[in-house]
């Protein structure tokens, strides 16, 4: 067993990574484990691109969380400039501004509450207005759009990597290749972490495992619940208005559906890139078995319904497809929280669909829990991701937190 960490962290995905990332550049000797590579297609941080904005309709209470991240990925992307280890290779640029639209209510309502409590810049459409500006655009009458041009394109599985790339250069141990296999607290507060290849120690532990939270710790079964996710990559009939200086990343909300969401092409990869966000009940009952086959009515169908009502020329072949998992919440909010028996474990399950984005916050605030027992950057904003027995579900949780063993 090697010498003791200051901190380890389970999971190197879009949160775990972030989490390590601020550790290392703190001077911490931390441990960042994961059991594929980062940037890996095994869970919710693949897919090339990422949708990132600050008028935001999932809350208010999110915008100083974005407010920070925004300026995150700037600065991420000029320290990964400067480690990496080969200088002639070049960077990828992290962060694409191409607008984001925001189609139809109660979304586009939602995310304008967001911009007035905030005083972000915004602009409200009519339909015809969409189409006048963004030709490949062509929302029903009556229904309104919120346009925020601060908003983009992330690339998630570089992001990541960049994040684990500036905590290499900073001093973190990174193991790839290694499964978790259990983890334990120890008589003198600090933890132990099994895997597969060997066991570490450390004082203080971030899980940060996506959809196999609950595995690694029992009592969030039915509170992190994974879900199936899919996207879809469509050969425009018109490809030169779905390009990213002529068109924005969106989301589209039809009545009686969950949102859609998606992207211009990007990065080299052919094809108009849309997804939908699933109902509560997609849920998978083991991650190691989700079912990556692609339904044509199933998965394919509502796609294909969201392209007829508002990107009509988009709707061409399937050039492919994916299937990923998101780590829902009964409330859509996420878990960034130390465990109820242990003050040493951070507990993180960041996602429901919408994490990514967030990823430089709730990196540093993971971070900042681990280090300190408390989030100071952010201690009014975390509130709303604690577990708290008044949030859905989560009386459930604690009172398994409150009689499971050691």
């Given at each position: 067993?090697?010498?003791?960490?200051?901190?380890?962290?389970?999971?190197?995905?879009?949160?775990?990574?972030?989490?390590?990332?601020?550790?290392?550049?703190?001077?911490?000797?931390?441990?960042?484990?994961?059991?594929?590579?980062?940037?890996?297609?095994?869970?919710?941080?693949?897919?090339?691109?990422?949708?990132?904005?600050?008028?935001?309709?999932?809350?208010?209470?999110?915008?100083?969380?974005?407010?920070?991240?925004?300026?995150?990925?700037?600065?991420?992307?000029?320290?990964?400039?400067?480690?990496?280890?080969?200088?002639?290779?070049?960077?990828?640029?992290?962060?694409?501004?191409?607008?984001?639209?925001?189609?139809?209510?109660?979304?586009?309502?939602?995310?304008?509450?967001?911009?007035?409590?905030?005083?972000?810049?915004?602009?409200?459409?009519?339909?015809?207005?969409?189409?006048?500006?963004?030709?490949?655009?062509?929302?029903?009458?009556?229904?309104?759009?919120?346009?925020?041009?601060?908003?983009?394109?992330?690339?998630?599985?570089?992001?990541?990597?960049?994040?684990?790339?500036?905590?290499?250069?900073?001093?973190?141990?990174?193991?790839?290749?290694?499964?978790?296999?259990?983890?334990?607290?120890?008589?003198?507060?600090?933890?132990?972490?099994?895997?597969?290849?060997?066991?570490?120690?450390?004082?203080?532990?971030?899980l940060s495992a996506g959809a196999w939270m609950p595995k690694?710790?029992?009592?969030?079964?039915?509170?992190?619940?994974?879900?199936?996710?899919?996207?879809?990559?469509?050969?425009?009939?018109?490809?030169?208005?779905?390009?990213?200086?002529?068109?924005?990343?969106?989301?589209?909300?039809?009545?009686?559906?969950?949102?859609?969401?998606?992207?211009?092409?990007?990065?080299?990869?052919?094809?108009?890139?849309?997804?939908?966000?699933?109902?509560?009940?997609?849920?998978?009952?083991?991650?190691?078995?989700?079912?990556?086959?692609?339904?044509?009515?199933?998965?394919?169908?509502?796609?294909?319904?969201?392209?007829?009502?508002?990107?009509?020329?988009?709707?061409?072949?399937?050039?492919?497809?994916?299937?990923?998992?998101?780590?829902?919440?009964?409330?859509?909010?996420?878990?960034?929280?130390?465990?109820?028996?242990?003050?040493?474990?951070?507990?993180?399950?960041?996602?429901?669909?919408?994490?990514?984005?967030?990823?430089?916050?709730?990196?540093?605030?993971?971070?900042?829990?681990?280090?300190?027992?408390?989030?100071?950057?952010?201690?009014?904003?975390?509130?709303?991701?604690?577990?708290?027995?008044?949030?859905?579900?989560?009386?459930?949780?604690?009172?398994?937190?409150?009689?499971?063993?050691?």
């Amino acid at each position: 067993m090697a010498a003791r960490f200051d901190a380890i962290v389970v999971g190197l995905g879009a949160h775990g990574s972030a989490a390590l990332y601020n550790l290392a550049k703190w001077g911490c000797r931390v441990l960042g484990i994961e059991r594929w590579a980062p940037g890996h297609g095994n869970a919710s941080h693949h897919g090339l691109t990422r949708i990132t904005r600050q008028c935001y309709a999932e809350g208010a209470g999110y915008v100083p969380l974005l407010r920070h991240s925004f300026e995150a990925y700037k600065t991420l992307e000029r320290e990964s400039k400067q480690a990496r280890a080969d200088r002639r290779v070049p960077a990828l640029e992290l962060y694409l501004q191409t607008g984001v639209l925001n189609i139809g209510d109660p979304l586009a309502g939602d995310a304008l509450a967001a911009a007035q409590a905030h005083g972000l810049a915004h602009e409200v459409l009519d339909p015809a207005e969409v189409s006048r500006r963004f030709p490949g655009v062509a929302p029903p009458d009556g229904m309104r759009t919120l346009y925020e041009a601060a908003g983009g394109i992330l690339r998630p599985e570089a992001m990541v990597a960049a994040h684990c790339q500036v905590a290499a250069f900073h001093g973190a141990a990174i193991r790839t290749g290694e499964q978790v296999l259990r983890w334990a607290a120890l008589p003198d507060g600090g933890v132990r972490v099994d895997t597969d290849a060997g066991s570490y120690l450390a004082d203080k532990l971030i899980l940060s495992a996506g959809a196999w939270m609950p595995k690694l710790v029992p009592e969030l079964e039915g509170l992190v619940v994974p879900e199936r996710a899919t996207v879809g990559w469509f050969k425009p009939r018109r490809p030169e208005l779905f390009a990213p200086s002529r068109l924005p990343v969106w989301l589209l909300q039809l009545p009686g559906r969950p949102p859609f969401y998606g992207f211009p092409e990007f990065g080299g990869e052919p094809g108009f890139k849309l997804g939908a966000f699933n109902e509560r009940g997609a849920a998978v009952a083991d991650p190691e078995a989700l079912d990556r086959a692609w339904s044509r009515e199933g998965d394919e169908g509502p796609l294909r319904e969201a392209m007829a009502a508002v990107f009509p020329e988009a709707n061409g072949d399937l050039l492919r497809f994916g299937v990923c998992m998101f780590s829902g919440t009964p409330d859509g909010h996420f878990i960034v929280d130390l465990h109820p028996r242990h003050p040493q474990v951070v507990l993180c399950s960041a996602c429901s669909g919408h994490g990514f984005k967030l990823s430089p916050a709730v990196g540093l605030a993971a971070a900042e829990l681990a280090r300190h027992g408390r989030c100071s950057s952010f201690e009014v904003e975390m509130r709303m991701h604690r577990l708290d027995a008044a949030r859905v579900g989560h009386a459930q949780a604690l009172a398994r937190f409150a009689t499971a063993g050691p």
